[in-house]
């Protein structure tokens, strides 16, 4: 008698263990999670100052401010000191928002081409 009262404590135990653990796995017992979307950041217009446009003139008048090619000078700036409207120009976005700028002259010598970030002369091909 006694081995068929421990069969039956076993498997009340089990059958005890099953509906706890149905429990905890049911949907009824769990919160609700809402989907949270991230939040973009608001990106500001940015003002780069006077900056090329697709036809290779500035957009507003731009103060003389380089007296070289160097770099960190701004677009409009490389077009005075070139003295004549480039080529081409490509004008793109960068990461973040930012403004790309590539800035093409075909030279006797050979092409040159300008590469501007915010308005600032980053590199230079030759």
Same mark, same amino acid.
């Given at each position: 008698m006694k081995t068929n009262f421990v069969k039956v404590s076993v498997y009340s135990l089990a059958a005890v263990l099953a509906l706890a653990v149905g429990a905890c796995n049911s949907s009824a017992n769990r919160p609700q999670v809402q989907p949270v979307r991230p939040v973009q950041p608001q990106v500001q217009p940015q003002n780069f100052g006077p900056v090329l446009l697709q036809d290779g003139t500035c957009?507003?008048?731009?103060? $003389?401010? $380089?007296?070289?090619?160097?770099?960190?000078?701004?677009?409009?700036?490389l077009v005075r000191l070139k003295g004549k409207p480039p080529t081409d120009v490509l004008i793109g976005e960068s990461g973040r928002g930012g403004r790309e700028t590539q800035v093409l002259y075909a030279e006797p010598t050979g092409r040159e081409l300008y590469f501007f970030i915010n308005n600032k002369l980053d590199r230079t091909v030759k």
């Open positions: 957009s507003e008048q731009a103060p $003389a401010v $380089a007296m070289t090619i160097d770099a960190g000078i701004g677009e409009c700036d």
